[in-house]
């Protein structure tokens, strides 16, 4: 497993710990071969979540998915951990002809963030990028309307956050994400995913004051590949788990009570 904390907030000798945890990138805790990976997204949100249990005892937890694929993984971290699930925002940029290919993402509050070299990075424009961008605006805004309905967004001020995706590639999402918690005053601020690549975890891990990652293989190429069913998410079943998220009992520290009864079983 690799659990990264924040750069920034290392000793002096941050550097050798750094090359260690670059070792722990190739010797998981919960072993998993690369050609095996998870069943399902409810699979490696059960797994992760294990990974997370020291951060149920932080201040006031919340779990916030990345929608859409994102929040099947972080509605398992949410139950087994008791805390509050809700969602963040973000759209990835698609490179203009190669839409799989982020060249950046946008977030709620005005957050833009573009991957080195864009604009000019495969011969794209900065017209591009804004039409790009204007686009992915227009689909943040639907998806707002479409899951939170009249529902205000969660406080998020002086509490844990922990932010869920169901994989990092590039990591563009997840920046996005980190910037627009960081403009409020967390306590603490956690990346958490199944997969990643190990040079975006590294990256990460300058951003957040910790980054979890059961599974950073050295030959990552796509999410998908350690995933045996990887369907796209769609908006229903996040407006589904959502749902059952708000609607469960509270947990005494605020979230949701980590109980199967609370909520439809998944396989």
């Not at 603490?188 to 980054?211: H, S």
């Amino acid at each position: 497993m690799v659990r990264v904390p924040r750069c920034g907030a290392l000793p002096r000798r941050g550097a050798a710990v750094l090359r260690s945890t670059i070792v722990t990138f190739r010797s998981m805790r919960f072993t998993m071969p690369e050609t095996e990976g998870y069943k399902d997204r409810t699979h490696a949100g059960r797994q992760l979540a294990r990974s997370l249990r020291h951060l149920a005892g932080q201040s006031d937890p919340i779990v916030l998915g990345l929608p859409r694929g994102g929040v099947p993984v972080a509605f398992e971290v949410a139950i087994a951990l008791g805390a509050e699930l809700d969602v963040l925002l973000v759209r990835k940029l698609g490179m203009p002809g190669n839409e799989e290919y982020a060249m950046g993402a946008i977030g709620s509050g005005g957050v833009r963030v573009l991957q080195p070299g864009v604009p000019g990075l495969l011969g794209v424009t900065q017209e591009q990028v804004d039409q790009v961008a204007a686009r992915e605006l227009a689909e943040l805004e639907r998806r707002d309307r479409l899951y939170r309905g009249g529902r205000p967004p969660p406080r998020l001020e002086g509490r844990c956050v922990i932010l869920v995706d169901d994989g990092i590639a590039t990591g563009a999402s997840m920046l996005a994400a980190v910037q627009v918690v960081r403009k409020h005053r967390v306590a603490q601020l956690a990346v958490a995913a199944p997969v990643g690549a190990p040079d975006t975890l590294e990256r990460l891990a300058r951003e957040a004051d910790e980054v979890v990652c059961p599974l950073a293989p050295p030959r990552f190429h796509a999410v998908g590949q350690f995933y045996r069913s990887f369907g796209q998410t769609d908006d229903e079943e996040v407006q589904d788990l959502l749902a059952q998220a708000w609607a469960a009992p509270a947990a005494p520290n605020g979230g949701q009570q980590g109980n199967k009864d609370n909520r439809k079983e998944r396989t």
